[in-house]
């Protein structure tokens, strides 16, 4: 599957993939705008779990028979089979976080300002995603090696 | 107590800049840095800012400024701030006061008033891209003769010949133990020495064994004075056996490794307790003469069947070249002296500040000694202590080393800032600890890589000055004094580095 994956052994917990995932998804692409100035803030799609010493940041896993889909009630999520990426469509998500619950890696995050889910979208537009580009100790790394 | 002490360093934050993301609370293991939930506000605490750095170069927006504190007492010049805090901290707890890295005092730097030479008409310099330059240096002993036989058209050595080390470029990592730092730290060095063509020392706290058969044939394994690690295995999995007599930021003094360092792995590395202080003697008990020194030495050959060259190492002090020419004559086959400036993980700071002799004097007087006495091809040298730039290794080299030890200079490429907190074991850079949290902010991938970058930038600009000078390969370099000149060194100071003056 296509996905980021996580070196925990190198992972020193610093939140850097979350600050710049909410780069990735703002407006302006700009760390100082997107914090400062955009209103609504992007929610992270990734989240460093924490039991320290032991640090882990958690992505979807774009998984081949994932949950999510399974139990989002208006299609907004679905796999391509192409790609094999778990895609979501906002326009149809009706913010009833059934997909947060189905999710067994807790890789789906709410946007409660929109009423939204937000999931990491491996920063389709950009190539390399954002957060593996930003991770200043390699913890991270883009997998994709889907064959469909 | 209420302390009467200064902060050190001002943290500055600009609050235009500051989008509380919390890098810098976490990255800091002083405790500096703290987000108030309540107030959504970062606050900064200095007093415990140790300058390292780290904040600042995390900080993804450069919100973040650590300079030194301005607050001063009267300036002083005999008592500076530096005295006064010392001072009251002593007063305040009545310990010697520590400190880590290496010696940070005015000390004149004899690297910094030496110049080289370069070939103007009358000889022609080489240019190292196109033509091939020679780094690689063997380390150990040499024939007094060279005896060949010739058959026909194969010509073949008779001389019997001792163990010689090949190294592809004359700089080596220095004695760094697994336990005083990160196994991090110490794998990259073993990494990054494999790749490269070189040699790491594995300091006193020995090889672990998941290491020896990748790379052992990188190792210089170290016998000190507490003996942590050494058994027939660890002395035989290695390229070179050292032993450590003394080291350029204490001599004379033995190491402490505080049993909370001491986890399973180091404790079974060392062949210790789990949890025991691990204390170094401060001389070897078993070597009180030159006499006793040979004993140890031949111990190590007999146990490594002559296969190896011993390595001796002492500190740089006053009657260094006797002590060197003793240390020959008793059988070691490599001399590494380490000076003034030498790094420590740990050391009174009265003793890292005035204990020892700054290596260019020690390296020169050591080089002349042995031949005058004929005895220098019986020994390689290796110079350590604050080697900063490759300028420095060819100096060193022009002095007579035969290659240097990088200590400090190989802890900077991996992230080491010299904040000289190494004895606390809180390093922010992953590199002097072994709290988990930290050590994992050094991947050993990165680091290493870091390491093999600098080798190969010092490799090339060496080549080139090399090439400058008209020589061909760094064995024509050493011990030639006549490619150096001193520039603002007293006549003293020339007569003992045995270089003429600039003009002359």
């Known amino acids: ?148 | 107590m209420f302390s009467h002490l200064l902060p050190e360093f001002l943290v500055e934050r600009r609050s235009d800049r500051c989008i509380k993301c919390r890098v810098c609370e976490r990255q800091c293991p002083n405790g500096v840095h703290h987000y108030d939930t309540e107030l959504d506000l970062m606050f900064s605490d200095e007093s415990p800012c140790v300058g390292c750095q780290r904040c600042v170069v995390f900080c993804p927006t450069n919100a973040l400024s650590v300079y030194p504190h301005p607050t001063t007492y009267r300036p002083n010049a005999s008592w500076t701030r530096e005295k006064l805090q010392d001072l009251k901290k002593q007063a305040e707890t009545g310990g010697v006061i520590l400190t880590g890295s290496g010696n940070d005092k005015p000390y004149r730097i004899y690297w910094d008033h030496l110049v080289l030479n370069a070939s103007q008409v009358t000889n022609p310099s080489i240019d190292p891209l196109r033509e091939p330059m020679e780094l690689r240096t063997y380390l150990g002993r040499k024939p007094d003769t060279l005896e060949v036989e010739v058959c026909g058209d194969k010509v073949s050595i008779t001389s019997r010949l001792s163990p010689n080390v090949p190294v592809e470029t004359p700089i080596l990592f220095s004695a760094m133990s697994y336990g005083a730092i990160s196994y991090q730290a110490f794998v990259s060095l073993a990494m990054a020495a494999k790749e490269f063509g070189t040699l790491f020392n594995t300091g006193e706290g020995g090889l672990p064994r998941e290491m020896r058969e990748k790379f052992g044939q990188n190792a210089i394994v170290q016998c000190a004075s507490g003996r942590f690690g050494v058994d027939p295995e660890y002395l035989n999995s290695a390229a070179v056996v050292e032993i450590k007599i003394g080291q350029g930021a204490k001599p004379g003094i033995g190491g402490h490794l505080p049993g909370e360092k001491v986890a399973a792995n180091i404790a079974l590395t060392r062949m210790i307790p789990e949890g025991t202080d691990a204390l170094s003697p401060a001389p070897q008990h078993d070597i009180y003469s030159i006499e006793d020194l040979s004993m140890l030495i031949y111990a190590l050959k007999e146990a490594t069947n002559y296969e190896k060259p011993v390595s001796v190492k002492i500190a740089a002090v006053h009657n260094v070249a006797a002590i060197a020419s003793g240390i020959v004559r008793a059988g070691a086959d490599i001399v590494a002296i380490d000076g003034l400036r030498g790094g420590t993980g740990a050391a009174p700071k009265a003793i890292r500040d005035n204990v020892g002799i700054p290596i260019e004097l020690a390296l020169a007087a050591v080089d002349r000694r042995l031949r005058e006495e004929g005895i220098r091809h019986k020994c390689s040298i290796i110079a350590a202590s604050g080697v900063r730039c490759s300028a420095d290794v060819i100096k060193a080299i022009a002095l007579g080393a035969d290659a240097v030890y990088i200590g400090s200079a190989a802890l900077v490429a991996m992230g080491c800032t010299l904040c000289q907190k190494c004895y606390t074991g809180k390093c922010a850079w992953g590199i002097c600890t072994q709290d988990p949290y930290l050590t994992r902010r050094l991947n050993p991938e990165i680091a290493s890589q870091r390491l093999v970058n600098l080798l190969r930038g010092w490799s090339h600009e060496i080549k080139e000055m090399l090439g400058g000078m008209g020589i061909n390969a760094i064995e024509s370099l050493r011990g030639n004094r006549e490619h150096l000149r001193g520039v603002g060194l007293e006549g003293w100071e020339l007569d003992v580095l045995g270089v003429k003056g600039a003009g002359e």
């Open chain 1, 1 to 148: 599957m296509p996905r980021v994956v996580v070196k925990p052994e190198v992972c020193i917990g610093c939140h850097l993939c979350e600050v710049w995932c909410v780069v990735a998804h703002s407006r302006s692409k700009n760390i100082l705008k997107a914090f400062l100035y955009e209103t609504p803030r992007p929610v992270p799609r990734v989240v460093v779990e924490e039991n320290l010493p032991f640090t882990l940041p958690v992505h979807c896993r774009h998984c081949s028979e994932p949950s999510c889909v399974e139990a989002c009630i208006s299609g907004a999520l679905y796999r391509d089979p192409l790609t094999g990426r778990v895609e979501h469509d906002a326009g149809r998500c009706v913010g009833c976080y059934s997909c947060v619950m189905a999710c067994p890696y807790g890789a789906v995050v709410m946007d409660e300002v929109n009423r939204k889910i937000a999931r990491c979208d491996l920063c389709k537009e950009m190539g390399e995603p954002t957060c593996v580009k930003q991770c200043p100790n390699r913890a991270l790394v883009y997998q994709d090696s889907f064959t469909s």
